[in-house]
């Protein structure tokens, strides 16, 4: 049986146009996304994003817009399901309190799941140390957004 898997991200940046990015490895598999993930049933797109800011923050959010909703098929890398993602613009109400990093993956714990944040300039975006498909498709669209600037 497939599914719809209906997942919804933000990307917050910051005064010196850099975006919030994800490392996250979950039982030895690693991947860097945008902060963000998958909606509960009965949960709307805005309130999935605010709870998962929450949730990997621990930040309250501002949402400014829509920016992406995927237009091509994916599927999960965990499962069965097709996988639709929605992406916003997102703003911090006040300054986030983690620890920043500066090089992928680096993570302060063992487990099976970790997670560790960096800021990265949205113009050095790497799209090849981007995961997901839909995710370095919006990493690009970021790139050429803030190229044409």
Known sequence: MSYFNVRVYGLLIN???Q???????EHGFRFSKF????LEFGEGLID????????????EIDVISHFYTTDFFE????NESQV????????????????????IY????????????RWVKVADLNIGEITFRTDKTVAQLLKDQFMSR
């Open 15 to 17: 005064a010196d146009n």
């Open 19 to 25: 975006v919030l990015v994800s490392d996250e490895e």
């Open 35 to 38: 902060p963000g993930g998958g």
């Open 48 to 59: 999935g994003l605010k709870r998962e800011f929450m949730e990997e923050c621990n930040a």
């Open 75 to 78: 599927k999960s890398s965990f």
């Open 84 to 103: 639709i993602s929605v992406y916003y613009l997102v703003k911090e109400k006040h300054p986030l309190e983690l620890a920043f990093k500066t090089k």
């Open 106 to 117: 680096d993570f302060d714990a063992t487990g099976e799941l970790l997670q560790a944040f």
